[in-house]
């Protein structure tokens, strides 16, 4: 079993590992955001997305459900690779009242979810699942996030652009034309989709060696100041 430890909003789910050496690095996601996060780590990796189903099963939580997809797409492309490469996946989900936002279908929908969240606070889930030598390590990290109360036309201008598209909630935190969060106290790493400090634990149980100073490096990337990776680390 394994051994379930909580750190303010951030869950921790895990087991004792032996130090581990890998042959390569693969991070199972076409996203960009993550791909961006996860080269702050320093690694020399390459990129296989996971071709797995997104849709929500009856009565799943947004733990149970981004947790899932996270290992489901790091044992999907682990099963195409040699025993000795690491795989790491990620699955991130916006949840508001209970109610799950992934990612819009078109411009209505689109338009539905930033309403929706215009003004008000939500959660933003992200499950990661880091796959080896025939072991994984799953972590989960939640950030609640405020929305600001952007105007009916930025939100338009927005939605014009293409880019809430691929994005579960509809919207990048990190857009700096649109800039839909006014403050954020929690990781923002994880809004963006890739929980770093998270990630390192989970490696460091793999036995992979973290050389880079992470919470540093994420935080003069993303020129924020983070409250919560001593926290997590």
Do not use: W
């Not at 459900?65 to 682990?78: D, E, I, N, P």
């Not at 078109?106 to 606070?121: E, S």
């Not at 609640?144 to 009916?152: A, G, L, T």
């Amino acid at each position: 079993m394994g051994r379930i430890k909580g750190v303010g909003s951030c869950v921790r789910i895990s087991r004792c590992m032996m130090t581990h050496e890998f042959s390569s690095i693969i991070l199972a996601s076409a996203s960009p955001r993550r791909k961006e996060l996860f080269a702050l780590l320093g690694f020399n990796f390459h990129v296989v997305p996971a071709d797995v189903e997104e849709t929500v099963l009856s009565c799943e939580s947004a733990p149970d459900y981004v947790l899932r997809l996270a290992t489901q797409k790091a044992l999907c492309v682990a099963a195409q690779q040699d025993p000795k490469t690491l795989i790491v996946a990620a699955d991130t989900t916006v949840v508001q009242h209970g109610q799950i936002l992934g990612k819009p279908t078109d411009k209505g929908d689109a338009k539905r979810m930033l309403g929706q969240l215009r003004g008000n606070l939500h959660k933003v889930y992200s499950g990661i699942a880091v796959s080896g030598n025939g072991e994984t390590v799953s972590d989960l990290c939640v950030t609640d996030v405020p929305m600001r109360s952007y105007s009916d036309q930025e939100m338009q201008a927005y939605i014009d652009s293409g880019d809430p598209f691929d994005k579960a909630g509809a919207y990048a935190i990190q857009h700096a034309g649109f800039h839909p969060v006014e403050y954020l106290c929690g990781c923002f790493a994880n809004v963006m989709g890739l929980p770093l400090c998270h990630l390192t634990r989970s490696l460091r149980e793999l036995g992979m060696s973290i050389n880079q100073n992470i919470p540093q490096a994420c935080q003069d990337h993303l020129d924020y100041v983070c409250l919560v990776s001593d926290s997590i680390l």
